[in-house]
């Protein structure tokens, strides 16, 4: 029991540091480091010829004129290259089988002596541990690191069907930048622009948009009370304005005015059933009033109603599992929820802190199930995907300022 109690106390030391390192980041200039000496986009990657880890031997030469080739360079150990070997298992997953788009991965050692089975065994564990279905080479003697001029790891380069370098990519897929590095894959593999229809939106009646942007205003502002006035302002110059009731509720929650939200959540709902929005904050009410059934449903609903949403809804349902200490169930959902979580293109700033807090409740949950190895690296991820949204508020914040 001591024991346990030391292990938390270290753990949440731990996650103070974090915090801070957090925090100090957020105020750091970001550097963004070049991925090759002698290698530029347009210009031809040399051929690679090197043994995987079974000893094979593949070259990339085999897949010009036939596939887009997306070559990773990677060393170990390194959480940043961990992260680009799945963030490309993910982008094979989507591309390989119906638009031909092949991976490499090309492993660094620190030295160019020969590479140790310590090193291979940890290389084999990334594999199995991400699922990587593509080729892994080992760059025995660094012939290939001096070839390209190296210098980052994890770096990548994608290149068309001549071996021509259409995109690079210095690090890992930072947040923000998964988009560019889908337009190119889809340009690259030559896949049309998708043609994006949008949704049309409510529109307001009797200008009572304009008082609900007052209340968005006032509220950045630190006014919460006024905001409401204004949010009461507009639903009533259109009482059919489901935005205004749903952003009411979120307001009113967060006064700890829980019986006023539920109402306003529920109005909302009226209106708009399917929004997702919507139902988390007002499952995420229930919970707080400790109506768990209630909570459970509104979490299910977004499952059901919204599949490209229901990383929120699974969610939901894995921090009700966690305080009822189910953990087994806890485990699931929340696997889930991390799983749909990882295959979306765009978060808005919450959403990423929900993807951050999956990861960290399950943490919790390997914690209770006494498996601190996995707990300390579940809250490692989450630091990651924190770590991911502290750079893009950063250059939000950098470009703002230019």
Not at 36 to 60: H, M
Not at 122 to 136: L, M
Not at 329 to 354: H, M, P
């Amino acid at each position: 029991m001591r024991k346990q109690k030391n292990f938390k106390t270290l753990l949440h030391h731990f996650l103070i540091i974090i915090i801070l390192t957090i925090i100090g980041t957020f105020f750091l200039p970001q550097i963004h480091a070049q991925a090759f000496k002698r290698l530029g986009v347009g210009e031809p990657a040399p051929d690679i010829t090197l043994k995987d880890i079974n000893g094979t031997s593949i070259s990339t030469s085999s897949f010009k004129n036939k596939n887009t080739l997306v070559l990773v360079f990677f060393k170990f150990p390194s959480l940043r290259g961990d992260k680009a070997l799945a963030y490309w298992q993910t982008m094979h997953d989507t591309y390989n089988l119906d638009k031909g788009l092949e991976v490499v991965a090309v492993y660094c050692p620190q030295t160019d002596k020969n590479v140790t089975d310590e090193e291979l065994n940890g290389i084999k564990k990334i594999i199995d541990d991400n699922k990587i279905t593509y080729p892994v080479l080992i760059d025995q003697g660094l012939g290939v690191f001096s070839k390209y001029g190296i210098i980052t790891l994890p770096s990548s380069a994608i290149l068309d069907k001549n071996g021509i370098v259409t995109y690079i990519l210095s690090g890992f897929p930072e947040f923000g930048a998964e988009r560019d590095i889908r337009t190119n894959v889809k340009k690259t593999l030559g896949i049309p622009e998708e043609i994006i229809v949008k949704k049309q939106e409510y529109m307001p009646k009797n200008k009572a948009d304009f008082s609900y942007k007052l209340a968005v205003v006032v509220k950045q502002r630190g006014n919460t009370e006024k905001a409401i006035e204004h949010l009461l302002t507009a639903i009533t110059k259109d009482p059919d304005y489901a935005l205004a009731h749903s952003t009411l509720g979120e307001y009113y929650m967060q006064e700890g005015k829980k019986e006023k939200a539920v109402e306003a959540f529920r109005k909302a709902l009226t209106l708009e059933p399917n929004n997702v929005q919507t139902l988390l904050n007002y499952g995420f009410l229930c919970k707080k009033k400790k109506k768990k059934d209630d909570a459970f449903l509104q979490f299910k609903n977004i499952i059901d109603l919204d599949s490209a949403k229901a990383a929120e809804g699974y969610y939901g349902m894995g921090t009700i599992c966690i305080d009822n200490k189910v953990f087994d169930s806890a485990k699931s959902k929340i696997e889930e929820a991390i799983k749909r979580y990882s295959g979306w293109k765009d978060f808005t700033i919450d959403e990423k802190i929900r993807f951050a807090m999956s990861y960290f409740n399950m943490g919790e949950i390997y914690l209770n199930l006494k498996d601190n190895r996995n707990a300390i690296e579940q809250y490692k991820k989450s630091f990651n995907v924190y770590q991911d949204l502290t750079e893009k508020l950063l250059r939000e914040k950098r470009d703002r300022a230019n």
